[in-house]
């Protein structure tokens, strides 16, 4: 019981620290977060669900949350609601790929599911709101998620894993 109670606050500090560590990066790179080409470097978080898994799920999408209020889009609602989601479903299927598939060919798709929903889910939602063409939008926020998700996020797991992080 007491071992349960542990690991449960455990993973509400780290749900946490994700979601302030993502929304402190958003801020912090606000000139590359809300572009048509969004490099948002806070996304490289998003395959940390790979060794965490739902503290990371939940982290990200409510850091997506909290950082999308600022958003300079026509619709905050519009952002924060889809923007979460999208962080919710490209972490989560990130997570449960890298399981699926095991090693480091399974967690670089599940880094490639994950940039593949980011870029659909927001390039999407974002043509809507703004009247951009789709493919505009797809290119622009595609090209910032293979460099943030799959290339920084991959690393970043990557270096986690040769730390000797524990989940």
Do not use: H
Not at 19 to 31: D, I, R, S
Not at 136 to 141: A, V
Request: hydrophobic share 60%; aromatic share 10%; charged share 10%.
């Amino acid at each position: 019981m007491q071992e349960e109670r542990i690991l449960r606050g455990r993973n509400v500090a780290l749900a946490s620290v994700f979601a302030a560590l993502y929304a402190v990066l958003v801020f912090a790179f606000a000139g590359l977060s809300f572009q048509l080409v969004q490099m948002r470097v806070a996304d490289a978080l998003i395959p940390i669900s790979i060794l965490f898994g739902w503290p990371a799920v939940l982290g990200v999408t409510f850091g997506c949350a909290v950082a999308n209020l600022v958003t300079p889009m026509p619709s905050v609602i519009t952002d924060v609601i889809l923007g979460s989601a999208a962080n919710f479903f490209a972490s989560l299927l990130a997570w449960k790929v890298a399981i699926r598939i095991r090693g480091k060919i399974g967690e670089l798709v599940g880094c490639l599911v994950a940039t593949a929903i980011v870029t659909f889910v927001v390039g999407s939602y974002l043509a809507l709101i703004t009247d951009l063409d789709f493919w505009m939008w797809w290119l622009g926020i595609g090209a910032g998620s293979i460099l943030s998700v799959t290339l920084v996020g991959y690393l970043l797991v990557q270096g986690l894993r040769r730390a000797g992080v524990k989940t």
